[in-house]
């Protein structure tokens, strides 16, 4: 049963000090979270995944230790599902946010559910969800690929990412002022690796029809993958315009917050690669039905990593629609079992739960005042 809930924000350095998108530029990733005490030994983690913002931080905080907390004292932790629905069909809080603040909140409390469930049960929450070994995930890097990076860095990077550490998939930013400099940069790349690389580019939502029609054709020259968040987040009408003009096929979700949301673009073909994120979309299981609308749809999922893929492992081993995952560092060696890759594939995690135990030493070290 559930006895109390603690907040927590730890702000933890990205590599190099400083990365940068076409949109945003940050020192640190923000872990806005939540820790569920119960009337056993076991404790739940969770949190969402920010831009180390330490004033939004707390309103995520605040909403959960407000709104959500008083919601879950006194409930059992068998079935996750039926206390997800209690906090997001809760009408206080979906007359004033359906988006944001709320549902990132309740991310970061859905998480600490599956946590408590799988470690009641002494297996790793893949096993929790029905997944069974054998299955692959491969995981593709973004940390080498900012935009702040001279294309000299870009290549080293994603020579010691493939050569060095066994990675055959890597993500690179674009939307440079100038666009020839992102063409120039995904020559380069495409050039010094030949066609042993895959390359995934991402725009993170800065790019216009018509302004950059002329570069989004270009992408097919070099094999891109695809193209992530080419256009403005919420604009489903111009990403069905764009799906018609260009051959790569266009990949985003990583800022939509609700299934509703997924399912106007699936259902009006305005996305290819689906990518949802367990840390903004109300949790894993808002997130797992959303993989299972895109798998009904014959549409892959490849989830966006809030969570520097630390739980979404989890439900990428478990769910059908899931063979590629995205990476980064960061925050990795925060907790009690990091993630493991071993020639551009994820290892299983063994230990019971969700991943999310975060050591102590980590929480003092990075930990900011709630
Ligand atoms: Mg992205």
Not at 139 to 152: E, H, I, R, V
Not at 312 to 320: D, E, F, K
């Amino acid at each position: 049963m559930i006895t109390s809930l603690e907040t927590f924000i730890l702000h933890v350095p990205v590599t190099r000090n400083r990365i940068a998108d076409s949109t945003h530029s940050i020192t640190h990733w923000g872990m806005p979270g939540v820790k569920i005490m119960t009337d056993s030994e076991h404790v739940g983690y969770g949190f969402t995944g920010t831009h180390a913002h330490l004033d939004s931080d707390r309103l995520i905080t605040d909403c959960i230790s407000n709104c959500y907390a008083e919601l879950l004292i006194g409930e059992e932790i068998d079935d996750p599902r039926k206390l997800w629905k209690k906090l997001a069909h809760n009408p206080p809080l979906q007359w004033v946010g359906r988006a944001g603040i709320t549902t990132m909140a309740l991310a970061a409390v859905d998480i600490p559910l599956w946590d408590l469930k799988s470690k009641y049960r002494e297996e790793p929450l893949w096993q929790t969800l029905g997944g069974v070994s054998g299955k692959k995930v491969e995981a593709y890097n973004t940390d080498g690929g900012w935009l702040n990076f001279s294309q000299d860095m870009l290549v080293d990077d994603v020579k010691r990412l493939t050569q060095e550490e066994g990675y055959k998939s890597i993500k690179m930013k674009v939307g440079k002022p100038d666009p020839n400099e992102d063409i120039a940069r995904i020559e380069a790349v495409r050039k010094a690796f030949g066609e042993n690389v895959r390359i995934m580019t991402d725009a993170n939502g800065r790019w216009r029809i018509p302004q950059n029609i002329e570069t989004l054709s270009y992408l097919k020259d070099y094999d891109v993958t695809w193209i992530e968040e080419p256009l403005w987040h919420d604009d489903v009408a111009g990403h069905c315009r764009l799906a018609e003009i260009i051959e790569t096929p266009i990949a985003l979700g990583e800022m939509l917050y609700s299934f509703a949301h997924f399912n106007e673009f699936i259902s009006s073909c305005g996305v290819k690669y689906v990518q949802p994120d367990a840390t903004r979309l109300g949790g894993i299981t808002e997130a797992l039905d959303v993989c299972d609308l895109a798998y009904e749809h014959e549409l892959p999922v490849t989830p966006h990593a809030g969570d520097m893929a630390q739980t979404q492992i989890h439900m990428s081993i478990a769910h059908q629609s899931i063979e590629l995952l995205e990476f980064i560092p960061w925050i990795t060696h925060c907790f009690e079992e990091p993630l493991k890759i071993n020639s551009g594939y994820f290892e299983y995690p063994q230990m019971p739960g969700a991943g999310t135990t975060i050591k102590n030493e980590c929480m003092q070290e990075f930990g900011r005042k709630v």
